[in-house]
């Protein structure tokens, strides 16, 4: 007799509530590595910003001092941009952390079934080869009563 679980579309169920959680997680984990890199590019900016501005400032030409003033002005804004970003990560990071959480949840949750299942597999093998003894031994038991009925042989 063929095995089959009780629970399968259950188990089904949960296995597809883990892969949409597992497709949020890698989402919002995408996310983050975008703004993430996006901080990167705007520190760079600001970086080589400060390298120009230190350049001009040795320069004493026409229009240093403008441009000087433009960068600092430049990286003042930057910086306001760079707050709001890393506010913008923390943010995101709280969600692959929630998002990390509620796909862990539903694993454990598939998990639990697929447990049950194997369980229930293993049970039904022992029943089939209890029941396979049994019939052997019925069939062992005939043959010996049959010989038995016949008497010896002279």
Request: glycine share 2%.
């Amino acid at each position: 007799m063929k095995f089959k679980f009780s629970l399968e579309k259950v188990l089904k169920h949960r296995q597809i509530l883990e892969d949409l959680s597992q497709r949020d997680y890698q989402e919002a984990l995408s996310v983050l590595n975008q703004k993430q890199n996006e901080l990167s590019e705007m520190l760079l900016k600001v970086v080589e910003s400060r390298a120009r501005a230190e350049k001009l400032e040795v320069q004493s030409g026409p229009g240093a001092v403008e441009s000087v003033k433009q960068i600092h002005e430049f990286i003042k804004l930057q910086d306001i941009r760079i707050a709001r970003k890393q506010e913008q990560i923390v943010e995101a990071k709280n969600l692959v952390e929630a998002r990390q959480e509620i796909l862990r949840q539903k694993a454990m949750d598939k998990k639990i079934i697929e447990r049950l299942k194997e369980k229930k597999r293993l049970d039904h093998l022992d029943e089939e080869r209890r029941n396979e003894q049994k019939e052997t031994d019925e069939m062992v038991s005939m043959r010996f009563i049959k010989i038995e009925d016949q008497g010896p042989h002279e």
